[in-house]
Structures are given as C-alpha cells and as structure tokens.
C-alpha cells in the first residue's frame, strides 16, 4: 500500500459544521464550543501555539466515546483525546481543528483486584487519585511523572519518570486496555493475565500511540505493594562525570534503586535558593531505595560505598517520612526553582534518552553547548535509565530566544541519537520532535505510518502527531 | 481496508520452483532441498503433522536474508524463519510450502556493553550459548523458556518461563531488533537507549510476531547481574488450592521470589520416581531466591512463614550449589518424568495463563476433568505469572487418543479465557491455538490482521499461523 503523507492537515470545514450541530444536539451542555474552554483544550504548557479544537466534548462511557468517533468519523473530522493537558509536546493541539474528546468525567475506577495486584479504570482517572484511593489496600501505581496526569494519557504518551529505574514504565505497566478505533469499534487488547503469547501486542501498540491509533476508554494496570521501608538520601558529586559513574556501578551492581536521580549544579543552585537546602552547590544524586527496614539500609550502605569510590560523599540518608518528603519535594519542585533563576522567563522542557555508558558524555556535551550559546538551562535526569531532561529558560516574547531554545533542542536530539539514544525517553513526539523521529528510526517510520494508514485510513485519529 | 482471509495457504507451484532454482544457484550448499533436511525444518515436537519447506537457506547476515526474502517476494513464495525447532505449536510448519530460513548460522554475539547491561546478538545464539560467552562478565541473560532456544525463535514466540515472575517475558527484555520485512527492506526498531516515546512501538509488535511480520536478524537485550547469592528449596502442600494461596500471598508481600514453579500431586508422583527425589507425592512449590546473602535468607524466611499460614512445609532451603542444582534438573526434568508415566506415548504440552486469583481454581477445574475424561496429564506452572502447563500423554498412533486430547485442549483454552485468561501464556498461537484467538480477543483480532496485512500484503510471511 503507498503511504499517504500524514503530515498533510487540512480543515475539513463542511465536516465540522456537521459534527458540532450533531454533538451539540446529542450532548448539550457536555458539548462545549467556547472560546475559553476549546483553548484551555488545546495546547497550554510550553510555547508550542495554541491550536484550539472547534468543539470539547465530555463523554462519560466507552458507548459515549463511539457515538463521538462514529460522528467524526462519517464526516472526517479529526478527533483528539484529552487527559489532564499535561503534556509537553503539543500532543492535544487541533492543527486542522476537530473534537477534543476530554475523558475528565471517564473517572471511574472500575476493580481494584488486590490479590492479582492490579486494577481496571477509566483514562481519566489521575495517577493521585488512583493511588489516593488505594492507599488501605497496601497497594500503590508506582509511575509518577510528575504532574498528576491522567492514567490515560500517561498511557497514550509511554510516560514514566523518577521510578522508572525500578518500576518500569507505562510500557511496563498497562496490562490491557480498551480504545475505541477510528472506525468506531471498541477492542479489547488483552485480558487480564500477567502475560500472554496471543497474537500481536495490541497493548503496547496502542501505549505511545498518542492518540493517532484509538482514544482509550479502559486500563488495566499492574499495581505494586507499598514498601514496608523506604529511605532517601542526597549524595554530592564533584562531576557529572563521577555521579553518572557512580550510577553506574549502582545499577551493575545489582542494587534495586527506587530512584536515582541527578541534578546539575546549575539545577541544584537553582534548588538550594528556592527550597533552601543545606547542600553544596554541586551536582548531586538523589536517591531512594525501597524494601524491608533490613534491606533498606544495606541499599543505602552498598550506596554510600560506591560513591564514595567515585569522590562523591557524605551520602545524608534518612528514613524518617518527614525529611524524605522535604527532599522530594525540592526535587518536585526543580521546575519552579529553574524558573525563579529568570523570573518572567518560560522553561521550555524537553527530554531525551542514552545508554547509560554515554550519560556522562552526552551530558558534559549539552552543558558545554548551553555554556557555549549563552543559555539559562539547568538539567535534572532519571539517571538509572539514561534519561535527562533539560529545562531551556526562555523569554517567549523573544523570537531570537525562540528561535536559539529551538537549535539547542535541535542539536540535543541530534546529539543524542548519535550516541545511540533516543529523541525522548519519555514526552513522546507530538508536533515537537517530529523532525526527530526519521533521524532516530529510517524505514522503520514507514512501518509505523502503515500502521496508521491501516488503522485509520482517512487520518482523523489526531492528526499532525507523530507523523 | 477490507479484511482478506489470511487463513487461505495455497501452494504457488510456478513461484516455488523458480525459487528454488534462484536461491540453489545463489547459496550453493547453503541452500538445501534434501527431505530429511527439510522434514527437520518443520514442526517435529508434537503430533501436529509435519509440512516441510521446499528448500533451507543457510544465511550468515541480514543481507543475505534480504536477498532471500526479496528472491520469494518476487515470486509471491512463503518464507519461514526457523530458529531451534522447539516451538509446540507448529510455528515452523510450512502448510503452503516455500522457503525455511535457518537462522543457525547467524549466531553471532556482535556486542556485549557491560556498563549498560545489554548486549547486541544475532538470532540464532541460543541463550545457553549467550550465558557461557557472557559468564565472565558477572551478568546473565535470564530468560529460561527450558529448552536451549534459539533467542530469535524466543523473541519471536514471545517466551519466557521459570523466572519470568522476577525478570520478565522476551516482550520485557527486548530493547530493540532488526528485521527483514516482506518488501525485503530491513528496520531496526528502537536504539539503545533503555525507554523511549519515539513513536509507535514496533519492537513489541514484532515481539510475538512469530515471523508473520518479519525474519527478524538481531537483537539487543538486557541482561541481568549474577546475583551474589541464590537459594532454592521445595514446600509440600496440602492441596493445590492452599499452594496457590501461599503464591498469592508471596507475591502481594513483594517478596522478589526469582523462581516460584507449582508441581501437582502426579507430577511430583513423576518426578519423585524419574529423579529420586525425597519429597512426599503432594503438591509442591519449587522455589528460588536471588540477591545478597542476607536478602535470600530473609526471603526464604518469609516465604517458609506464609507457607506454615497455608498448611504448607516444611520448606527445606539451601544455597548449596549441588543440592539447589539437583533440584532445578528435576524440575526441567518434570518432561521426561511425565514421560515415563507411560512409556511409548508422546507428550502433547499445553499452556495457559490466567490471573493468579483465579489459578487454584482453573488448576482444580482442569484437574477434575483430566480424571473424568481419563486421561493421564501431569501438572507444572509457572505460578507467580498464573502460567500452567498440562502435559496430554496420547499414543500418537491413536486417533482417538488425539481427539481426546485435543478436545482436553479445547476445554482448557476455553476455560482459561472465561476465567480472564489467555489462552497462551508463553508458547503462542502458531497452528495450534488459531481456534482460540477470537474467542480471547474479539474484534482485537481485526486489527491484528489489519497489521499483518499492510506490512505483508501477499502473505509471504510465515503464513498459516496466528491466523
């Protein structure tokens, strides 16, 4: 079959004036068509334009759900599912206009099953509520990236974040989930057994699929016990060098990090002045391991053993809950210590993904690089699984400061694809790194764009990602 | 796109005698059409009737892979990938003949980066060969499917086995590989790096696959650290039921057990004759712990107290190499022990998975009708995943041993999908379990064939199988 060219997204005028006077009759006051409410639908945390959707529905059933694409899909008009609009990547833009589909009221948990240690909810659900709601059964969803994003979209983007390292990510963790295609069927990927050998995996197709396969409408996900011990600890290091070492050796050595996380000396300035910490101004790991009280502490003393082989020390570890939080919560909080080192600034956040053997290079190279252009920058990562992000400060009424936040992106990905890593470890492609994906996959892009075409022939499953 | 019948397997006379031809005068000695070498080169582990290939092509690269597949896609001939021939479900029959691709030549180990515990081979390394190349290194692949497979056949089938409950299936330990597609243009799905949200994920489609997809050519996996210590150790049960419930409970306490194998009353009846085993004939769980010497005492420890709460015990442990290895034979042992039950008849191996809450019950159920149908079926599960298999002994020769057998098959898949389960939890779909896949999975199977369909529109590709 020849490919189409999926970048092409053109408004389908007449489609969407028939779609907005059907779902408005069939919805009412769940159709919104508001100025306010279709941009708050579209685009709203980086600098990436707003592109509003024409329409915001808000069903509250995968029956709901398929009246909705089934509307859109007789008129070809572009459907885009919508969590939390947490992400980053432009990924619930409408660039041809279309009907957002806001799964806010798909909040609905729907089994907890404590003894196969999973759960089935509705893509609406956020990963706080989840875990707010499971908290008396001594169980918890590990993945935290962070914002509290909805389960679904954290699903349709592959996310992760600090735990990774030990929990794996969204890919890891969705057992089986329902979507509804783009010709209106609801699929079922799998049922609930831990693992299956039957036939494609459905599941993992449709995780990282961003919406362009299927809006999902059900999740099973894997859940995990609540440690019966967790301790915490900062460890400074005198390079990026020596804490990517250290990381390492931590991994090899076979230690179940909960957490392993770096912070740049740029970060950490950025951290000291905003959460006041008592640390040095240099880069530091924060770590946390998880386990019985015993095997707690021998993680943290293996820990502290291999730092110090690597110049980093003293390792400060506690178990106490208290100062656990105040650490986590400045580590939460690097993005509004970054942006307080410019204030009036936006952080533009992006992401990329190495093999851990080339973190410490690739990371002295971008810092070289934002030395070398002049830019405000600070770096944190999810070092266990080679991740990094950079948090580029920008003034975004500054077209040159636009447009040099864009070349550094530009020249990170290329940096990181060269070291055999990936454009994003965890943001997903979106619009935003589009022009990345051929540069990190050649052909093998042309088997995903087959995929798309087969699945949704007239590319009305959000439109202009990925692709 | 309309669906066509992927079921239809058609022999193309004029194309396979041409390339025959092309592929003799290309490989010369490498290229074999003797019967003896192609009965071998189909399905020889069942009663499942043998459907030998035309011709065996012994490839050394991708390239020369691609020129084979592009040589049959000219002439719309089938292409078979053929690893270790020790899939169960007729994975490597060719119903409608065409050409095997024999993998063992490219058994290369091309990369082993320790820093990032991974490693970059071709796909006919069997993983018995890839742990004694990798031994010095301190780390191991833990993938243990128990037959010494060929790694390409393991992704390709999805495999796993006895420790999967602690390091994964092949879906989780792929972090990328190459392959030939049906156009003869081969794709590398992902880079190194250990997660990523570039785009749809193709390493998992073709994850399982089994060569419908693709031949694939190489592949990158994790590996593991040799843990410090391991111990092992077997716990009579009072009934199936209350070992199960010993699973569940080991499983929510987050004990990390490496290894947790369920043997029932006339496996071990079996074992404890073939392998002189001192063990009473009731149902057992064969265990294992990995991690610090202080870390598998504990979990033994833990894992002894929950058993006692089951009516279990008593738990003997040991880190003695010997005595954990004498065990582990029986265990990988319990085939020929079932064997030997009735001496001449064949053993037709089954597997399903199903939540682990359901396990004691699907376990009970399918005992009780192997002694109302009159059968002599032992029973050993990979239990921590849910995971059983039923050994069927039939004399081949019988045709209504096999029938019973097979409708014994029927009533379990049946049953394991009305339970929430898969009606393969590691062997696959191959000839096999075709039947079932609808009945687990729906219109999810649509999809599936939509897939197959756009990257394989002549159905050269391994046909026959999965659908």
């Not at 069939?26 to 941009?39: D, L, N, P, S």
């Not at 995990?224 to 050595?253: H, K, L, R, W, Y």
Request: charged content about 20%; glycine content about 10%.
């Amino acid at each position: 079959m020849a490919l189409k060219d999926l970048r092409s997204v053109v408004r389908n005028e007449v489609g969407i004036a028939a779609v907005l006077g059907i779902l408005k009759q069939r919805f009412g006051e769940r159709f919104q068509t508001g100025a306010a409410v279709r941009q708050q639908h579209a685009h709203t945390t980086t600098y990436i334009p707003n592109q509003a959707p024409d329409g915001v529905a808000f069903p509250e059933s995968t029956g709901e759900v398929q009246e909705i694409v089934k509307t859109c899909a007789a008129h070809k008009v572009p459907v885009i599912a919508f969590g939390a609009g947490t992400s980053l990547e432009g990924h619930v833009n409408a660039p041809a206009g279309g009907i957002s589909i806001d799964t806010s009221r798909m909040n609905r948990i729907l089994a907890v099953n404590t003894e196969d240690l999973d759960c089935t909810i509705e893509p609406g659900v956020t990963r706080e509520d989840l875990n707010a709601h499971l908290r008396a059964t001594g169980l918890f969803f590990p993945i935290d990236p962070g914002a509290n994003a909805s389960l679904g979209g954290m699903a349709a983007t592959r996310a992760s974040g600090t735990n990774a390292v030990r929990y794996g990510t969204m890919r890891d963790n969705v057992i089986a989930l329902t979507a509804v295609m783009a010709d209106g069927r609801a699929i079922t990927t799998a049922q609930r057994a831990r693992k299956s050998s039957a036939g494609y995996d459905l599941t993992r197709l449709l995780v990282g699929s961003e919406g362009t396969l299927g809006v999902i409408t059900s999740l099973t996900l894997k859940l995990a016990g609540i440690p019966q011990a967790i301790s915490g600890g900062v460890c400074p290091f005198p390079s990026v060098e020596d804490a990517c070492n250290a990381v390492i050796m931590t991994i090899q050595t076979g230690i179940p990090v909960a957490r392993i996380e770096l912070v740049n000396q740029l970060q950490m300035k950025a951290m000291i002045a905003y959460s006041k910490l008592n640390y040095p101004e240099s880069p530091c790991l924060f770590l946390e391991f998880h386990g019985s009280e015993a095997s707690v502490a021998e993680q943290a003393g293996m820990f502290g053993s291999i730092a110090e082989e690597f110049g980093g020390g003293p390792f400060q570890w506690t178990s106490v809950v208290e100062e656990r939080a105040k650490l986590w919560k400045a580590r939460h909080d690097a993005y509004w210590a970054s942006v307080a080192l410019k204030p009036g600034h936006k952080a533009l956040s992006t992401d990329v993904c190495v093999p851990i053997s080339r973190l410490a290079e690739c990371i002295a190279a971008t810092e070289a690089d934002i030395e070398a252009m002049g830019l405000v920058a600070p770096i944190v990562g999810h070092v266990g699984d080679g991740n990094f992000h950079v948090l580029v400060l920008m003034d975004e009424n500054d077209p040159g400061d636009i447009e040099r936040a864009e070349e550094f992106v530009s020249r990170l990905n290329l940096r990181a694809i060269s070291m055999d890593g990936t454009c994003t470890g965890e943001h997903g492609i979106g619009q935003g790194k589009v022009a990345y994906l051929r540069a990190e996959l050649g052909d093998a892009v042309d088997f995903m764009a087959l995929v798309k075409q087969a699945f949704d022939p007239d590319n009305i499953m959000n439109p202009g990602k990925i692709f």
